[in-house]
């Protein structure tokens, strides 16, 4: 029985890693396309490549028009950074072509484990993420981080200091402030999940308002580069807007809904007790017993 569960648990994990580099290798595939195809596809068609110009220094141009000051120059201060920024772009941008597919095998993966009444389930929580997820990143690329440079350059005219910027620490900012506002966004979602499993009540989500605003508040003011609150209010205030909604939603949904808590303690409860009874039944039975014995006895 035991060499049996070792042989199933070990083909689940030779399943996993086949999956995991499949996506590995489709991955790598993407990126090695994603870094020689040209920004304009129609040279492709017309075998055409003189000027030509990689679709990930075209993105890399975006983002600097978009995002970068006025009047401020990226200087690259390794012969590698500039290296360094291509590799780093053109790696998410064929993690956001793959994103399909790795979603793909990890759901045929989980696909044997799931009951009919669950996959359901399992699409709502991924596309909830996905929307959060998507929502945090927008929110970040017009909001957040364009705030920031511009609350950051305030300071280069104040101390007049010339505005040259490390290009890798710019695509840095821009990265993690991307993916981190993405993931920092979805965090409401591990909530609901986390009140579903009765691990919380949604009378203490009302209860730590504060505390939990106050809480968002020093984090986010360690994690924005931003000295001043902007960027910090910028982050929290959504995040508490979404809380807030994760509380109605919540409190619409487990309307009705027993406690499980509360119910298993009070079956413990009345299992204690039912046992405690019988046991003093044993016990007079043994007495009466006892009794019956000893008026038998001449």
Same mark, same amino acid.
């Given at each position: 029985?035991? $060499? #049996?569960?070792?042989?199933? =648990?070990?083909?689940?994990? !030779?399943? *996993?890693?086949?999956? +995991?580099?499949?996506?590995? %290798? /489709?991955?790598?595939?993407?990126?090695?396309?994603?870094?020689?195809?040209?920004?304009?596809?129609?040279?492709?068609?017309?075998?055409?490549? $003189? #000027?030509?110009?990689?679709? =990930?220094?075209?993105?890399? !141009?975006? *983002?600097?028009?978009? +995002?970068?000051?006025?009047? %401020? /120059?990226?200087?690259?201060?390794?012969?590698?950074?500039?290296?360094?920024?291509?590799?780093?772009?053109?790696?998410?941008?064929?993690?956001?072509?793959?994103?399909?597919?790795?979603?793909?095998?990890?759901?045929?993966? *989980?696909?044997?484990?799931?009951?009919?009444?669950?996959?359901?389930?399992?699409?709502?929580?991924?596309?909830?993420?996905?929307?959060?997820?998507?929502?945090?990143?927008?929110?970040?690329?017009?909001?957040?981080?364009?705030?920031?440079?511009?609350?950051?350059?305030?300071?280069?005219?104040?101390?007049?200091?010339?505005?040259?910027?490390?290009?890798?620490?710019?695509?840095?900012?821009?990265?993690?402030?991307?993916?981190?506002?993405?993931?920092?966004?979805?965090?409401?979602?591990?909530?609901?999940?986390?009140?579903?499993?009765?691990?919380?009540?949604?009378?203490?989500?009302?209860?730590?308002?504060?505390?939990?605003?106050?809480?968002?508040?020093?984090?986010?003011?360690?994690?924005?580069?931003?000295?001043?609150?902007?960027?910090?209010?910028?982050?929290?205030?959504?995040?508490?807007?979404?809380?807030?909604?994760?509380?109605?939603?919540?409190?619409?949904?487990?309307?009705?809904?027993?406690?499980?808590?509360?119910?298993?303690?009070?079956?413990?409860?009345?299992?204690?007790?039912?046992?405690?009874?019988?046991?003093?039944?044993?016990?007079?039975?043994?007495?009466?017993?006892?009794?019956?014995?000893?008026?038998?006895?001449?």
């Amino acid at each position: 029985m035991s $060499e #049996d569960l070792e042989l199933t =648990v070990w083909d689940h994990f !030779e399943d *996993l890693s086949s999956k +995991l580099r499949r996506i590995v %290798v /489709v991955l790598l595939v993407t990126m090695m396309i994603v870094m020689s195809v040209p920004a304009d596809l129609t040279k492709i068609i017309q075998l055409d490549f $003189e #000027d030509y110009t990689p679709l =990930v220094s075209a993105v890399i !141009e975006i *983002l600097q028009d978009t +995002l970068l000051p006025e009047d %401020v /120059v990226l200087i690259a201060f390794n012969w590698l950074d500039s290296f360094y920024i291509f590799v780093v772009i053109s790696f998410t941008i064929s993690l956001l072509i793959c994103l399909p597919y790795v979603a793909a095998q990890i759901y045929s993966f *989980l696909a044997p484990a799931i009951y009919e009444t669950e996959k359901r389930g399992l699409f709502i929580f991924v596309s909830v993420f996905l929307l959060l997820f998507i929502s945090g990143v927008l929110y970040a690329y017009y909001i957040i981080v364009p705030t920031t440079f511009a609350v950051l350059y305030r300071f280069v005219n104040q101390t007049r200091v010339m505005p040259f910027y490390s290009v890798k620490d710019f695509f840095d900012l821009i990265t993690f402030g991307l993916i981190g506002t993405g993931l920092f966004y979805t965090f409401p979602l591990v909530i609901y999940l986390v009140v579903k499993v009765d691990l919380l009540q949604v009378d203490s989500l009302r209860e730590i308002r504060k505390e939990l605003f106050v809480g968002l508040a020093v984090l986010t003011a360690f994690l924005t580069p931003d000295p001043t609150p902007v960027s910090m209010l910028l982050m929290t205030i959504p995040f508490y807007v979404f809380y807030e909604l994760t509380i109605i939603v919540l409190t619409y949904t487990m309307r009705g809904k027993p406690d499980r808590v509360i119910v298993q303690g009070l079956q413990a409860s009345l299992d204690f007790i039912e046992k405690a009874e019988f046991s003093e039944t044993k016990s007079d039975e043994a007495d009466v017993s006892v009794d019956k014995s000893s008026e038998v006895e001449p």
